[in-house]
């Protein structure tokens, strides 16, 4: 069996793992709290089935058109994804009670040193891939994106473990699988973008292992029970006035560093 054979195959357990995620979700009574990655599970199929059929009856010479189709297609997969790490943010700072502006604020600060250490390879990359230009963009941009998911998820984690309180294990267990996921994700695009052609299979075999194993997790280890409070969610005084004193402490820091600009 060569690479593009086992990927193929991949490809198609992977669909399968997505749609176990959705269904698990449905039976699970998950689907009205994870909205963004049941979409996820329900769109995702449909596109990798839109694009095997084009690999399927596509010639040597139409593989700028096939490729164009799956450029066309990402800005909706960047939404979607952009939304599930964006909803998992808000599962967080639900069980912070009394967060409030500093939760808003360190959204935009996650989100924008995200980027902007993603980016930070751009040029790099945009001398190692031989491409047209349009395909360059798509390429670099959505390692880009990649990026910025996994740093921001990443950053959100280092950040809410660093000031505990009692999670529903199943947002600690998304948060954990998204990490793995996104960051895994950016490393193999990145493999690509940095080397390209030379790594196009290994990157795209590394690429479809990682989807199938991320989605048979979520599939696995979100559950019902996983999203059952725990016990100690109550807030006590002490816990109120630590996270207060930091919601402050952080807003002043801030406010003192756009001041000085």
């Known amino acids: ?10 490809w198609k357990i992977c669909v399968l793992a997505e749609l176990a995620v959705a269904g698990r979700l449905l039976l699970q009574g998950l689907a009205g709290e994870y909205p963004a990655l049941m979409t996820v599970c329900s769109v995702l199929p449909l596109k990798s089935l839109l694009l095997m059929y084009v690999y399927a009856h596509v010639t040597p010479g139409q593989a700028d058109q096939a490729r164009l189709i799956t450029e066309n297609l990402a800005p909706g997969e960047w939404i979607l994804y952009a939304w599930v790490v964006y909803e998992l943010f808000s599962r967080w700072t639900r069980s912070y009670k009394g967060i409030g502006r500093f939760g808003k604020l360190l959204l935009v600060v996650l989100l924008a040193a995200s980027i902007l250490l993603s980016a930070a390879l751009w040029h790099s990359e945009w001398k190692a891939l031989d491409f047209a230009r349009n395909f360059r963009i798509y390429y670099i941009l959505n390692r880009v994106i990649f990026g910025a998911l996994a740093l921001f998820v990443v950053g959100m984690w280092w950040f809410f473990r660093r000031h505990p309180v009692a999670t529903a294990a199943n947002v600690v267990r998304h948060t954990q699988i998204s990490m793995v996921y996104f960051a895994g994700a950016a490393v193999g695009f990145l493999s690509f973008t940095m080397m390209g052609l030379n790594a196009v299979r290994v990157a795209n ?3 479809m292992v990682l989807t199938t194993v991320s989605f048979c997790a979520w599939a696995a280890l979100l559950s019902r029970t996983g999203q059952i409070a725990p016990a100690v969610q109550r807030v006590s005084p002490e816990d109120r006035q630590r996270i ?6 952080l807003l002043n820091l801030m406010g003192e560093l756009t001041h000085r600009r």
Request: hydrophobic share 45%; aromatic share 0%; net charge negative.
């Open 1 to 10: 069996m060569n690479v593009g054979e086992a990927i193929s195959i991949i």
């Open 244 to 249: 207060e004193r930091i919601n402050q402490e």
């Open 205 to 207: 075999l590394g690429l």
